[in-house]
């Protein structure tokens, strides 16, 4: 039954997740450096293509908003979500520079940016990280297997172990949500 099988599959890469002793150092390493970033001031950035867009704007919304408890909001924005500059700099420049160019005009030293690719291989992505690493900032490459072109580029690389698209994002939500726990956890402790 191809239900079944999704689900068996979707466990697989999560039980390959909690066998990496690399990734998870990698999960927990990304939460300290946005606990960090923050309490300095700084800023979480996140940007994505597609479904990777839409979990870049959803893990934003746990840290600006709330995730299990009500709290002071943090500083987290997806970039993709101002329509506008968007469509304005796709068609004006390129669509490979839309994220590059609202790093250099919000990033410094003490930010992250955070960029979901399943391949890794997203342009506009790397552009924004080649950017964010001139400026100082610290970089999260979230990616699939290969961690693809984005590797070079990551200060840190949450690679999660499949090349099946849908496994990949489930997996970048779970990710995500755990250092959004640890952000809130450790920010506000209860």
């Known amino acids: 039954m191809r239900i079944k099988k999704s689900i068996e599959q979707s466990i697989e890469v999560k039980q390959k997740l ?14 300290d450096i946005c606990i960090n970033s923050l309490r300095s001031d700084g800023k979480v950035l996140f940007c994505g293509n597609g479904g990777s ?31 506008s500059y968007l469509t304005a700099v796709a068609n004006d420049y390129s669509y490979d520079e839309i994220y590059a160019r609202l790093v250099k005009a919000k990033g410094k030293k003490a930010d992250v940016l955070i960029g979901i690719s399943t391949s890794g291989n997203s342009e506009n992505i790397i552009r924004a990280f080649k950017v964010a690493n001139k400026l100082g900032m610290t970089t999260v490459g979230m990616t699939g297997l290969t961690g693809g072109k984005m590797k070079e580029y990551s200060d840190v690389l949450i690679n999660i172990p499949s090349e099946d698209t849908p496994r990949i994002q489930e997996t970048h939500i779970l990710a995500g949500h755990i250092i959004c726990e640890l952000i809130e956890s450790e920010i506000f402790p209860k």
Request: no cysteine.
């Open 18 to 31: 909690l066998s990496d002793k690399k990734l998870l150092e990698a999960i927990r390493q990304t939460a």
């Open 53 to 83: 867009a839409a979990d870049a704007q959803h893990l934003a919304a746990e840290l600006s908003g709330r995730f299990y408890y009500d709290r002071e909001p943090l500083f987290a924005e997806a970039l993709h979500v101002n329509t």
